[in-house]
T-cell receptor, first 118, second 111 residues
Framework: GAVVSQHPSRVICKSGTSVKIECRSL??????MFWYRQFPKQSLMLMAT?????????EQGVEKDKFLINHASLTLSTLTVTSAHPEDSSFYIC??????????????FGPGTRLTVL | QKEVEQNSGPLSVPEGAIASLNCTYS??????FFWYRQYSGKSPELIMS????GDKEDGRFTAQLNKASQYVSLLIRDSQPSDSATYLC???????????FGSGTRLLVRP
């Protein structure tokens, strides 16, 4: 399968700081990437859809000014959690969609970023 | 509300048996379906994708899709303890390419 990386894998920060998470598709171009959040023992919750060169589309209830998404190239999307608070502590996972070829429309997930806000 | 439903389990099977995981979806217009495996503390890993009615086999895994019954299943043959994980069923419901995930079925394979 295709490879998606995320950085950092784990981050601990103080309340009020901002944290940037990078998501890269390593061996394919991804016009569409997705950002999810997962709390312990719960399923994935889609936060937003990130399209290269355009504004992200946020799911209902997700604050776009708090979770800033930038998809500047076909292989990189970033999620910035601004003014993080303890309730933002979660497992953040990106996925990237393959837009062509035999794996058309399949989505591959990055390894995730575990955020802890003190 | 477009939904994907899965039994949360756990589904417990002995090593070497066939594990059968099931999923139903609400939107009759859905086109694409995916099975992901997620180990505890890890991100989901794509196992199978299926787009048309019938069976699709890949190694020990077989995905089945029945659009008339709005039903997707995953069969795991010769189950191994390493298959113990949560299996997520996902459907693409519209042209936005967003996936709707089920809540997952936890599979336990007993040695």
């Amino acid at each position: 399968g295709a490879v998606v990386s995320q950085h950092p894998s784990r981050v601990i920060c103080k309340s009020g700081t901002s944290v940037k998470i990078e998501c890269r598709s390593l061996d394919f171009q991804a016009t569409t990437m997705f950002w999810y959040r997962q709390f312990p023992k719960q399923s994935l919750m889609l936060m937003a859809t990130s399209n290269e060169g355009s504004k992200a589309t946020y799911e209902q209830g997700v604050e776009k000014d708090k979770f800033l998404i930038n998809h500047a190239s076909l292989t990189l999307s970033t999620l910035t959690v601004t003014s993080a608070h303890p309730e933002d502590s979660s497992f953040y996972i990106c996925s990237a969609r393959i837009a062509s070829g035999s794996s058309y429309n399949e989505q591959f997930f990055g390894p995730g970023t575990r955020l802890t806000v003190l | 509300q477009k939904e994907v439903e899965q039994n949360s389990g756990p589904l417990s099977v002995p090593e070497g048996a066939i594990a059968s995981l099931n999923c139903t979806y609400s939107d009759r217009g859905s086109q694409s379906f995916f099975w992901y495996r997620q180990y505890s503390g890890k991100s989901p890993e794509l196992i199978m994708s299926i787009y048309s009615n019938g069976d699709k086999e890949d190694g020990r895994f077989t995905a089945q899709l029945n659009k008339a019954s709005q039903y997707v299943s995953l069969l795991i043959r010769d189950s191994q303890p390493s298959d113990s994980a949560t299996y997520l069923c996902a459907g693409q419901m519209d042209s936005s390419y967003k996936l709707i995930f089920g809540s997952g079925t936890r599979l336990l394979v007993r040695p």
